[in-house]
């Protein structure tokens, strides 16, 4: 079973995007029956306080602390929302590494799975037009990763790869102008909703990655290739839709269904608060917002939400800390 892996740091990212869909059709189509995409996380050591504050994670309870780690671990996850979407008719698997430094943890994933197609996108519209700098992620991952894993980085208009494969040569105009359009109609769709945001950032600086093999890297461009393959192109950009109204359709179904969420969530929000409005408090907790609310309604809340209630904003974490303070005045109160 031959596997394709794409290294993918956000749904937004148009170098994300452009990575997901040319693996899907140009290496899916006929090199392999198995994708997997890859995200990396950065380690999680400590938990923000509602004071602006943070806490070893060390120092925690050990089942406070696996809370924490599977939510964040969780909303990571969401990065993987949109292409699973668009792409339903691939068998997609999802991988989530954690590392300080992107590009040394996907050297590490390369050794560990033994996969032997990488993919990876750039946000500049032409990667190649510029000497890439040796901290980013894709210049480093061609330059370390070992001969028997080829190495693709797509950009708006070129690919530069170290395998040999004559397949592999500049994209069509036309194939680009429509992978634009694509991106372009997915980021303002998806920046619409926070769905999926995620914490992480793979473009941590470099250093120096360790493996056993090197390979050399080469940029693929006409002037270099025979005349036999110069002429070749890949395969449609939008071969995996027969129309490309179809992908329109998509994407303003997802729009809509995502703007459905979001009507339920806020009628859930205005629900909540008015009923903390209108009782006293038996067991307050403080939640990661920095307001208090009654233990059992805001547990019941977070067990379905990752965002404030009141403020409407992504929590950093669901834990609750108890409001003794709150609590003893509740108290001395009901006693008079």
Same mark, same amino acid.
């Given at each position: 079973?031959?596997?394709?892996?794409?290294?993918?740091?956000?749904?937004?990212?148009?170098?994300?995007?452009?990575?997901?869909?040319?693996?899907?059709?140009?290496?899916?189509?006929?090199?392999?029956?198995?994708?997997?995409?890859?995200?990396?996380?950065?380690?999680?050591?400590?938990?923000?306080?509602?004071?602006?504050?943070?806490?070893?994670?060390?120092?925690?309870?050990?089942?406070?602390?696996?809370?924490?780690?599977?939510?964040?671990?969780?909303?990571?996850?969401?990065?993987?929302?949109?292409?699973?979407?668009?792409?339903?008719?691939?068998?997609?698997?999802?991988?989530?590494?954690?590392?300080?430094?992107?590009?040394?943890?996907?050297?590490?994933?390369?050794?560990?799975?033994?996969?032997? =197609? $990488?993919?990876?996108? #750039?946000?500049? *519209?032409? %990667?190649?037009?510029?000497?890439?700098?040796? !901290?980013?992620?894709? @210049?480093?991952?061609?330059?370390?990763?070992?001969?028997?894993?080829?190495?693709?980085?797509?950009?708006?208009?070129?690919?530069?790869?170290?395998?040999?494969?004559?397949?592999?040569?500049?994209?069509?105009?036309?194939?680009?102008?429509?992978?634009?359009?694509?991106?372009? =109609? $997915?980021?303002?769709? #998806?920046?619409? *909703?926070? %769905?999926?945001?995620?914490?992480?950032?793979? !473009?941590?600086?470099? @250093?120096?990655?360790?493996?056993?093999?090197?390979?050399?890297?080469?940029?693929?461009?006409?002037?270099?290739?025979?005349?036999?393959?110069?002429?070749?192109?890949?395969?449609?950009?939008?071969?995996?839709?027969?129309?490309?109204?179809?992908?329109?359709?998509?994407?303003?179904? $997802?729009?809509?269904?995502?703007?459905?969420?979001?009507?339920?969530?806020?009628?859930?929000?205005?629900?909540?608060?008015?009923?903390?409005?209108?009782?006293?408090?038996?067991?307050?907790?403080?939640?990661?917002?920095?307001?208090?609310?009654?233990?059992?309604?805001?547990?019941?809340?977070?067990?379905?939400?990752?965002?404030?209630?009141?403020?409407?904003?992504?929590?950093?974490?669901?834990?609750?800390?108890?409001?003794?303070?709150?609590?003893?005045?509740?108290?001395?109160?009901?006693?008079?």
């Amino acid at each position: 079973m031959a596997t394709v892996s794409v290294a993918v740091k956000s749904a937004e990212g148009r170098g994300s995007q452009r990575a997901v869909r040319w693996a899907v059709e140009n290496l899916m189509q006929s090199a392999a029956d198995r994708l997997v995409l890859v995200h990396v996380m950065a380690p999680i050591t400590s938990v923000p306080t509602p004071s602006g504050g943070t806490i070893p994670i060390k120092e925690l309870d050990a089942s406070v602390a696996e809370m924490y780690i599977q939510d964040l671990r969780a909303r990571c996850e969401e990065t993987f929302l949109t292409f699973k979407y668009l792409y339903k008719t691939q068998k997609i698997e999802t991988l989530l590494l954690e590392g300080e430094n992107p590009a040394s943890a996907l050297l590490r994933y390369i050794s560990d799975s033994r996969t032997t =197609s $990488l993919v990876l996108g #750039s946000c500049s *519209s032409n %990667y190649f037009a510029r000497k890439p700098k040796d !901290s980013e992620v894709p @210049s480093v991952v061609l330059k370390h990763a070992p001969d028997t894993c080829s190495i693709y980085v797509v950009s708006g208009n070129k690919l530069t790869s170290n395998s040999l494969n004559p397949m592999l040569t500049t994209v069509s105009g036309r194939d680009t102008h429509a992978l634009s359009k694509h991106e372009s =109609s $997915l980021s303002s769709s #998806s920046t619409e *909703s926070k %769905y999926y945001n995620c914490l992480s950032d793979v !473009s941590h600086p470099h @250093s120096q990655a360790q493996t056993p093999r090197f390979s050399s890297s080469h940029q693929v461009s006409e002037d270099s290739l025979p005349h036999t393959v110069r002429n070749r192109r890949f395969p449609s950009i939008s071969s995996t839709y027969s129309d490309q109204s179809d992908i329109q359709a998509e994407i303003e179904q $997802l729009r809509l269904e995502v703007e459905n969420t979001m009507i339920m969530y806020n009628r859930a929000c205005e629900d909540l608060v008015h009923a903390q409005s209108k009782e006293i408090m038996d067991n307050p907790h403080i939640a990661a917002d920095g307001f208090t609310y009654e233990y059992d309604a805001i547990k019941a809340w977070l067990d379905r939400h990752n965002v404030s209630p009141v403020t409407k904003q992504t929590l950093p974490h669901k834990l609750l800390i108890p409001n003794h303070m709150l609590h003893s005045a509740i108290q001395e109160w009901r006693k008079q």
